[in-house]
Each structure stands twice: as C-alpha cells, then as structure tokens.
C-alpha cells in the first residue's frame, strides 16, 4: 500500500485529488472564518467552498498521477528518474492508462479519450432530438433542455473536434517529420491529463445543484453570470482545455520548426504539418482570449467584479468581444487539421500531387491572417457599433477566397489521377468536398449582414455550424482516423464497414441538417425546448435521421474496436503513401526511427520517375544528389 | 492540360445544373410572407446568392463526379497519375473569380443594408422592454402608454424600435419584417423597420435567455393608422417608472443607423 502510494499512478493520483480537493476546502473556510463571514456561502452563483476545490482537485489529481515528478524533483534538488524510457511505448493496454511520454502512446490516449466524449455528446443530441420530435414537451423540461444543448456543444467543441486533431497530430506529425518525438514530451503528457479533467468538469456540472451550466457553449453575460452553480463547472473546465490546448500548441510549434529531418525544408513539409504549423499559431495568439473570458465571468460570479455586471458598470456587450476573438479563430482551429488531412489522404488515394501546394500552403497562412479579423460576424443583431458591421462583412465574405482555393486544389489534385475509392478515408474525403462546400456556401450568405439579421440564431445557424463541423471537420477526423489506422494499431479495418458507416454517415448528414436551413429561414429560433406546431413534421424527420445518424456511429465503433483486436495485420505502407511514417513498420518503432530519415524531395511526388520524398540513412547512396523539389508546373 | 479536358461541356453542364437547382430553389418562399419594406430586398438578395451559391456548387459537383468518372483507377491498375504540380493560370482564375463574387456579393449586401437602415423624417418611436419571459412596449408619442405582449403598429409608416432589457440579453425577431435586434442590458439599440401589411404576426425572442426562452413571444399587430390610435388610446397603463429610470441609465451605441452616413 505505502509502494502504491509513493509511486506516481491512479492510487496517488486519486489521493492528490482528495487532498487537493480538501485544501481548496478547508482554505475557503478558514478565510472565510477569519474574515468572519459565514463558512459557507450558498449564494445561487458564488459557492467558493465548491468553486476552489473545482480548481485544487484535478490540480491535486495530476501532481498525485506523476505529471509533475520529474520537474519537482529536478527543482527540488532530488534525482530525477533516470532515462529508462519506462515512461515510454505501450506493451498492454494498461500502459495507455498510465503518465507515459511517447507521443504515439498519447496519441491514441487523446484519440479515445475524445472519441469517449463525442459518444457522450452524440447521447445527448439524441436526447435533443427526442424531445425536438414533436412539438411541447416529451422527455425533458425547458431548463434540463438548455443544460442538454449546452453541454452537447461544449463536449464536442472542447473535449472532441479541437483535442482530437491533437491527438491525431499527436501520433502522425512527428513520424511524419521524421523525429523522434514531440519536442516537449512531458509536457505533451501533461496536455493530456488535463483534457479528460475538463471532460468531467463539464459532465460532472450534471450534479451541480440548479443542473449543468445552460446558457449554451457562448455562455453569454449576462445570463452565464447569474446562473447556477453549473456554470463554473463550464468557467473552470475550459481553462483546463485550453491550458492542454496551448500546451500542444507550443509543443507543435517547436517539434515543427526545430525537429524536422535533414532536408526537409518548409516547401517540403506535407500540408498535414502545414495545417498544425497554421492551426498552432492560432491556438497560442487566441486561446487566452477564452480563457480570460471565462476567468471574467467566473469573477463577476464569486468575487462580485463588474466586467459584465450592467449594474455595477460593467459592459454586456464586451463578452461577446473577447469571447468570439477566440471562438472565430476557433473554428479555424477545427478546420484547418481536417484540411491537412484531406491534402494527405486526397494525393495518396489519387496518385497525384497536390495541385498547387504552394498556394494550398499559403491559403493556410491566409486563413489565420483573416481569422483574426472576422469575429464581429457573430454580433451584427448584438448591439455593438452599426459601423463595425460592413468592414467585418467584407473580411468574413474575403476568407471564402482562401477556402475556395483548397477547395478546387483538390478537384484539381483528383485530375488525370489513378483514383482509389476502396478506402474509406477517400470516400470521406471526396463526401468531405461536397458537404464542406454547403457549409461554405452558407457561411457566405452568414456573412451578408442583410440575410444574417434575419437568420442569425435561428436554425439556420444550427444547420450551418453542423454542416462545417460535423460534414466538415467530423468528415476529416473519420477520413484521418480510417486512414492512418493501420499505422497505429497495426492492423487493417474492415472497409465493409466502413463503408456502411460512410454511406450511413452521408445519408444521415444530409437528411438531419438540410432540412435545417429551411424551417430556420421560415421562423425557428434555435435553443428552444418547444416551437411552433407548423415545424413538426419537419422536426419528427430530422429527429428521425439524427437517430439513424447516431445508429450509424455505432458501427463506426465496432469496427474499430473488433479491427484493432482481431484485424488482419498491416504492412508498414498500405496505401502506397509517400511520407515518412509510411517507411517504417505498422506500428512503427518504440522511438520511430532506427536510423535518421533524409528529405531528399517534395512530399506528393506521385508518379515523378525515381522521385523519393525521403530515404533511410543507411541506404544506398545512389539518391546522394537529388533531383529538384519541386517539378515544373505545367 | 486543360486542352485535354471536355472544358465546353462541362460548363455547359454547370450551367445546366445551376439552371436546374437554380428554379427549384428560387421559387420556393424560404422566408415566409412578406410584411415590411425590407423584406423584399432581403430576400432578393437571397436569391440572388442561391443563383451564385448554385453556380459554385454546381461546379464543385461536376468537377467532382467528372474525375471520379474519368479518372477512377482499373481494379489491378498500381501505376501513379500524371505528375502535374499545378497550373498557374488556374490557380490565379480561382483565387480572383471567386474575390470578384464575394466582393460583388459584399457591395450588394452594403447597399441593401442602406436603405433598410435609411432613416425617416416621420419615423415613429416605439420602446420594446424585455424581461425574463414578456414583451412589453412603449409609445412616448401617444403619451407614454404601455401595452403588455401586444404589439400595435401603424401600416405603411417607419418605425424605430427602441430596445430595453431589464436583465439578460433577449432578441426582437419578427421573421415577416426580416429584422431582428438584441435587447442588451445597459445599451439601447435600435431597430428600424416599415411595415406594409396588415395582419397579426408573432415576435420571437432569439437569444437564449433562460428556461422560459421558447416560449418568450408576443404578438403584432400591423394595422391602419386610423385603428392604431384608437387601439392605443384605448390603453390604460403608462410605462411603469422603473422602466423609464432604466432607460435614462442606457447608454445608446448606435444612435444613428449605418444608413445615415455614419459607415
């Protein structure tokens, strides 16, 4: 017991949180004491002696789970584990319960963690439907309603879309880059922890007196600083989230820019690291903007601040200022990975190069110019300044033009082409095209002030932001999680499956979130628990395709789980692919590289006689001088 | 490489395409009835949008299906496709064409946006007071009465909303006036609309503001100025004090419209 105790683990960690817990308690009541207040404050929003264990516990949790004892113990004095690298690869399946420092371990720990929360999600936007089926109430009431929607929002934005991306990259860029690991591998392992902590904190708020936090996943003041308890829960979690989030961005920032192989300059780098080059930049610049905006409200509810109280001076309107200068970029930060996945998979099932991959770069880098200077687009009918309005119009309708580039640069890449359509991820990624482009299509007509005043927070806002986040990014995670699964587990999918899941996945979409737009544009505000008689049948027929929606997920899961267990076992390149971390085994090494990859060319050299994008150290030297990168365009 | 390409005909099948989605969609009433002087030009640029939105669709679509057609592999066929990198003028053309239609789309939604905001000389005022779940309205030109879930207007004359909250953000959404508002604590806002048809409408609250949100609605009444006076002369109760006091707090973001030359 006192072994279990003193080694870092669940037993300790589990412990730490315990304590951590009862310090942040016992300190609100101590203070409270001494100032001569009452021990506890019941007060509907303020709760300390709740709030502070909130943030004491989990931090309790991750020093006690071993996440801190090689820093401590350097800063301390003491001596360190030695590098045994027992932290490091998975032999069981226990070890991906464990601190463990390989980025291939904590890739696959981000990956199901997250697919864990967006099966949770996916329960409650069936229990939306349920209750939307019919018009008046049917399972739950207006207030649990509001709960419901709220925490769908936040589980799948903060805890799956934008930390699966990471764990996705987690896995693959490194291999991809040819490095070892991650530049930062503790910290990486931190990042993760910290995740699962914000996925509770948000699920937990359920047990909250007054329910889970219900003011939506915007959280808008004034509302979100009167309500329940819950919404601290949703204050505290997302500065878990995003803490993990910074943390891996900086660690992308530095793996890319200081640890690609020899001769792999930047116009060599395959789009996916282009698109984690591009989306970490905007996770370091626009993330704290989140977080300070719920530090604020969290402030304006238990220590009594006025950022947003009107009352004592504060301004309703500057929330929606700081919390959409994070939360625009935002849904770059959920898109722009899903890009680099759909370059990735588009050129290898095609045999193509990518069609202008410099501009598909560049576009990228415009994309994160322009998404800093768009976020207004959310607040035409909010009352902020009437001028602002035109000058945030022009720069939202301008970053169509990036879109649209990477858009046909793929119908391009698929042009006089060899394509493959037996992968899953190809069909994802083709559906992938046609349905990002409704989400685009109606993101423009979003960005007309004229049509947004009459839309904006109706259902067409719910149909738009499911067709780019759910026919979009959802589409490229399926796309990138079919893909490279062979590469993390070792073994082959079923594509018979896989297909069904595709096609199931398409019809699903289609059926839930077109019909959408319409009852949106004819008068449904979204966020309701109740509406109008006249939009019934087309609410039983959404409900009725998200149910078929959810169903089809179900697949998706066996499959992975019965594959990952019993599938046929994969060669180290089943799709014939080009980069790097198809040249080493399925799965690949402990630490990636036996001997150091060399970048001798540009990475979608498709069907370029003798082209290579990178070769072992150990081989021939008949590649000694490469051709030029980049072939001539045509 | 393009010369290898049905470029004609795939145009041709873009348009048609366009043609084809371009009925169906227009001529259906997406929004719902029309009841202001804005509705009309909102939703003429709608449709205008759905012609272009269904160009650019279209031509997805068929560029799309056109190489899954012609360049899918043969089952057994390992060999790559041709190493083209790209092509210079292509990447120019779809990199401006479609900056000329935004910003063609970004002029157009500007100009509509002017004259729905455009001022008028005889604008009548009317305060709309939002509270955890009612409507209540003002009429200082009618000597300050108040009228509770009911809202009567005159046909045919512009009216400015302005907006009050007593306590969370709430929206004014009428969806036959094609207008909507938040109603912020602390701010004034204002809305602008000409009603021209009579009848009774439903005013929506749009931004989620508690358990009592869905059901946060009132009614409107567009009706002829000669019945409007008598419907408010008719009311009893005068905007309570608290709420006047309220309003004298507010500070007024944009007390003049976009449309008047401010932007």
């Known amino acids: 017991m006192v072994a279990a105790i003193k080694q870092p683990g669940w037993i300790r960690g589990a412990l730490g949180a315990l304590l951590g817990a009862a310090f942040g308690f016992a300190l609100v009541v101590a203070l409270r004491k001494a100032s001569g207040l009452p021990a506890f404050q019941s007060e509907q929003t303020g709760y300390p002696q709740v709030v502070v264990p909130l943030v004491t516990g989990p931090l309790g949790f991750l020093l006690g789970f071993g996440c801190f004892d090689y820093w401590l113990r350097w800063a301390a004095g003491m001596p360190t584990i030695p590098e045994d690298h027992s932290q490091h690869g998975a032999k069981s399946w226990r070890d991906y319960f464990r601190f463990n420092t390989d980025h291939k371990v904590i890739g696959i720990q ?520 980049t072939a001539v365009s045509t | 490489m393009m010369g290898r390409l049905p470029i004609a005909k795939m145009f041709a099948a873009t348009l048609a395409m366009t043609a084809a989605i371009s009925a169906v969609m227009v001529s259906i009433d997406w929004d719902g009835q029309q009841a202001s002087t804005a509705a009309p030009k909102v939703d003429d640029l709608l449709n205008v949008m759905i012609v272009l939105s269904s160009f650019v669709f279209s031509l997805v679509v068929v560029m799309l299906f056109y190489a899954l057609w012609k360049f899918r592999a043969k089952p057994g066929d390992e060999s790559d496709g041709e190493p083209i990198h790209g092509n210079t003028r292509l990447e120019v053309a779809w990199t401006l064409i479609p900056t000329i239609i935004v910003l063609f789309g970004a002029g157009y939604s500007w100009a509509v946006l002017n004259e729905i905001e455009e001022p008028a000389d005889n604008a009548m005022i009317v305060d709309v007071f939002s509270q955890q779940y009612a409507w209540s309205f003002g009429y200082p030109e009618n000597g300050g009465r108040w009228s509770q879930g009911e809202l009567h207007v005159p046909i045919n004359r512009q009216i400015q909303f302005k907006m009050h909250s007593q306590d969370v953000i709430h929206s004014f959404w009428v969806p036959e006036w094609r207008i909507k508002k938040d109603n912020v604590p602390g701010i004034t806002t204002t809305a602008i609309v000409t009603p021209d048809r009579l009848g009774t409408f439903q005013l929506i609250c749009t931004e989620l503001c508690g358990f009592g949100h869905a059901s946060m609605r009132a009614t409107v009444v567009v009706e002829k100025p000669a019945d409007f006076l008598k419907w408010v002369d008719g009311l009893k109760e005068h905007v309570p004090q608290s709420y006047k006091e309220s309003i004298l707090q507010d500070t007024e973001t944009n007390p003049i419209p976009v449309g008047a030359g401010g932007a």
């Open chain 1, 110 to 629: 981000y990956i199901c963690t997250t697919f864990f929360f967006f099966f949770v999600g996916g329960l409650m936007a069936m229990l939306i439907r349920a209750e939307l089926a019919r018009p008046g109430t049917q399972i739950v009431d207006a207030a649990t309603f509001n709960s419901l929607f709220s925490t769908h929002a936040v589980l799948m934005i903060f805890v799956f879309v934008i930390p699966v991306f990471a764990g996705i990259a987690n896995y693959v860029l490194p291999l991809m880059i040819g490095a070892p690991d991650m530049a930062f591998p503790r910290l990486n392992a931190l990042s993760f922890w910290m995740l699962p902590l914000a996925g509770l904190l948000f699920i937990g708020s359920f047990l909250a007196p007054g329910g889970a936090f219900d003011a939506g996943w915007t959280g808008y003041a004034p509302l979100s600083t009167g309500a329940p308890l819950g919404q601290s829960f949703f204050n505290l979690g997302v500065q878990f989230a995003g803490a993990s989030s910074i943390a891996t961005a900086l660690n992308f920032l530095v793996t890319i820019i200081t640890m690609r192989a020899p001769g792999m300059t930047f116009w060599r780098m395959p789009l996916l690291v282009w698109a984690n080059l591009s989306t970490s930049l905007l996770v370091v610049a626009a993330t704290p903007f989140i977080a300070g905006a719920q530090f604020m409200v969290l402030f304006d509810r238990a220590l009594h601040t006025n950022f947003f109280q009107f009352a004592g001076g504060g301004d309703v309107v500057s929330y929606q200022h700081i919390f959409w200068f994070y939360s625009h970029p935002a849904v770059y930060i959920m898109m722009l990975p899903g890009f680099g996945i759909i370059s990735e998979v588009i050129s290898t099932h095609a045999r193509k190069p990518i069609f202008g991959y410099r501009l598909m770069a560049l576009a990228l880098i415009g994309i994160v110019v322009l998404s800093y200077s768009v976020w207004a687009h959310h607040m035409f009918v909010a009352g902020m300044f009437s001028w602002l309005r035109v000058p945030m119009m022009i720069t939202t309708l301008l970053i169509a033009v990036p879109t649209g580039i990477k858009i046909f640069s793929w119908l391009g890449t698929l042009y006089f082409g060899k394509i493959h359509t037996y992968s899953t991820a190809m069909l994802f990624a083709l559906a992938f095209i046609v349905t990002f482009t409704i989400g685009g299509i109606s993101g423009v007509m979003l960005g007309m002030v004229p049509i947004d005043i009459h839309v904006s927070d109706t259902y067409f806002i719910v149909a738009h932001i499911h067709f780019v986040l759910f026919g979009g990014s959802v589409f490229t995670i399926f796309a990138g999680i079919y893909h490279w699964f062979p590469k993390m587990t070792g073994r082959m999918y079923d594509e018979r499956l896989g297909r069904i899941h595709f096609w199931g996945t398409v019809i699903g979409t289609w059926g839930t979130f077109i019909p959408m737009h319409w009852i949106g544009m004819d008068g449904m505000p979204r966020r309701v628990a109740d509406y109008a008689s006249q939009f019934g049948d087309w609410n039983l027929l959404i409900s009725c395709c998200a149910f078929f929606l959810g169903a089809c997920q179900l697949v998706f899961l066996y499959n992975m789980v019965v594959s990952w267990r019993f599938g046929p076992k994969a060669e180290a390149n089943p799709w014939r692919a080009k980069s790097i971390e198809w040249l080493v085994s399925s799965p690949p090494p402990i630490f990636n590289f036996d001997e150091i990859p060399r970048v001798v060319g540009g990475p979608y050299e498709f069907g370029v006689p003798g082209a290579r994008h990178a070769i072992m150290a150990g081989e021939g030297a008949e590649v000694e001088a490469p051709e030029p990168a």
